[in-house]
């Protein structure tokens, strides 16, 4: 397990260098810089302002001083927040957006995996058909509709829910349920294809000949071996919507990590968008790992060392 980890870790120290050296220079590659738009200000000015955040450098140089400042997790300072570094935007955006995404998430997982055990059980009846409509729905309908739709009828219509804004837990049930449809559609589809295809290996058959009871035999032999493809869509899954998504996020007014980044691509403020990247993937690879150690946990039978087997 050891030599395991100590490889993965190693696995993501370079695919980070990787992604950061390619958010670098794919910025860098656009064309103007993040005073384009300050028609306004003297020339003198602005290319002080160059020389002061470094931009004058060459390119050589200013790569090398943004790899030492993500190693110190120095982000540097933002162009268009004025007295903000890209640190601070991060600390105030993601424990918003992390709040969102898990309650999202937490939706998603736990109506997904109801919906696809019963359409599975009840396979080819109106449990199964009522489902599946709810599962082709959520993928179907995009997530700015499926928002705008509870905006009117739960909060303009009924009232039972504020229309936007953050800070309570009634604004927090809307965005997370508008967030949590298309990925609490795909894990319920599947979740159902793959508890049909368990559900019909001998070891079900015969848990099901000696007596277990309906649940017994679900829920510890079929819904535990049908987990695996939903573990491995997890690890993406967890990864973004932690993280915030922009369109749910701009809609309902939610200062989240989305909304910068959003912003931030507006302003051509080069430093919040390789800064939020990074962050992006860091959340990324780590969630990846845990996916590859969860899959040690549901199935003893997968042995994780480094041997690479």
Same mark, same amino acid.
């Given at each position: 397990?050891?030599?395991?980890?100590?490889?993965? *870790?190693?696995?993501?120290?370079?695919?980070?260098?990787?992604?950061?050296?390619?958010?670098?220079?794919?910025?860098?590659?656009?064309?103007?810089?993040?005073?384009?738009?300050?028609? &306004?200000?003297?020339?003198? =000015?602005?290319?002080?302002?160059?020389? #002061?955040?470094?931009?004058?450098?060459?390119?050589?140089?200013?790569?090398?001083?943004?790899?030492?400042?993500?190693?110190?997790?120095d982000l540097g300072p933002s162009f268009k927040y004025k007295a903000r570094t890209v640190n601070d935007i991060i600390?105030?955006?993601?424990?918003?957006?992390?709040?969102?995404? *898990?309650?999202?998430?937490?939706?998603?997982?736990?109506?997904?995996?109801?919906?696809?055990?019963?359409?599975?059980?009840? #396979?080819?009846?109106? /449990?199964?058909?009522?489902?599946?409509?709810?599962?082709?729905?959520?993928?179907?309908?995009?997530?700015?509709?499926? !928002?705008?739709?509870?905006?009117?009828?739960?909060?303009? %219509? *009924?009232?039972?829910?504020?229309?936007?804004?953050?800070?309570? *837990? +009634? /604004?927090?049930?809307?965005?997370?349920?508008?967030? &949590?449809?298309?990925?609490?559609?795909?894990?319920?589809?599947?979740?159902? &294809?793959?508890?049909?295809?368990?559900? !019909? +290996?001998?070891?079900? @058959?015969?848990? @099901?000949? %000696?007596?277990?009871? @309906?649940?017994?035999?679900?829920?510890?032999?079929?819904?535990?071996?049908?987990?695996?493809?939903?573990?491995?869509?997890?690890?993406?899954?967890?990864?973004?919507?932690?993280?915030?998504?922009?369109?749910?996020?701009?809609?309902?007014?939610?200062?989240?990590?989305?909304? #910068?980044?959003?912003?931030?691509?507006?302003?051509?403020?080069?430093t919040v968008i390789m800064g939020t990247t990074v962050f992006y993937s860091i959340i990324l690879l780590f969630m990846?790992?845990?996916?590859?150690?969860?899959?040690?946990?549901?199935?003893?039978? =997968?042995?994780?060392?480094?041997?690479?087997?």
């Amino acid at each position: 397990m050891a030599r395991y980890l100590l490889r993965r *870790l190693m696995f993501m120290f370079i695919s980070l260098f990787l992604i950061v050296s390619a958010t670098f220079f794919l910025m860098k590659a656009i064309p103007g810089d993040p005073f384009t738009s300050e028609k &306004s200000v003297p020339k003198e =000015i602005l290319e002080s302002m160059k020389e #002061h955040y470094g931009l004058n450098d060459p390119l050589h140089i200013q790569y090398v001083k943004y790899l030492g400042s993500v190693a110190t997790w120095d982000l540097g300072p933002s162009f268009k927040y004025k007295a903000r570094t890209v640190n601070d935007i991060i600390n105030d955006g993601f424990p918003v957006s992390f709040t969102l995404g *898990l309650s999202a998430l937490l939706i998603a997982v736990s109506f997904g995996l109801v919906l696809g055990v019963i359409a599975a059980l009840y #396979h080819n009846k109106w /449990q199964d058909y009522t489902a599946m409509v709810i599962a082709v729905l959520g993928i179907s309908v995009p997530s700015f509709i499926l !928002a705008t739709f509870l905006q009117y009828v739960f909060a303009m %219509k *009924l009232g039972w829910f504020p229309v936007a804004r953050w800070g309570t *837990l +009634q /604004q927090v049930v809307l965005p997370a349920f508008a967030l &949590s449809a298309l990925p609490m559609a795909f894990i319920a589809r599947l979740t159902r &294809s793959n508890m049909l295809e368990v559900l !019909a +290996q001998d070891y079900i @058959k015969t848990a @099901k000949s %000696k007596g277990m009871s @309906k649940f017994t035999t679900t829920y510890r032999h079929a819904l535990r071996n049908a987990l695996m493809p939903v573990i491995t869509y997890l690890g993406p899954l967890s990864a973004s919507i932690l993280t915030g998504t922009f369109v749910i996020e701009r809609i309902f007014g939610i200062p989240g990590l989305g909304s #910068h980044f959003v912003t931030s691509i507006g302003n051509r403020d080069y430093t919040v968008i390789m800064g939020t990247t990074v962050f992006y993937s860091i959340i990324l690879l780590f969630m990846i790992l845990l996916v590859d150690l969860a899959y040690g946990i549901i199935d003893p039978r =997968i042995k994780l060392s480094g041997k690479g087997k």
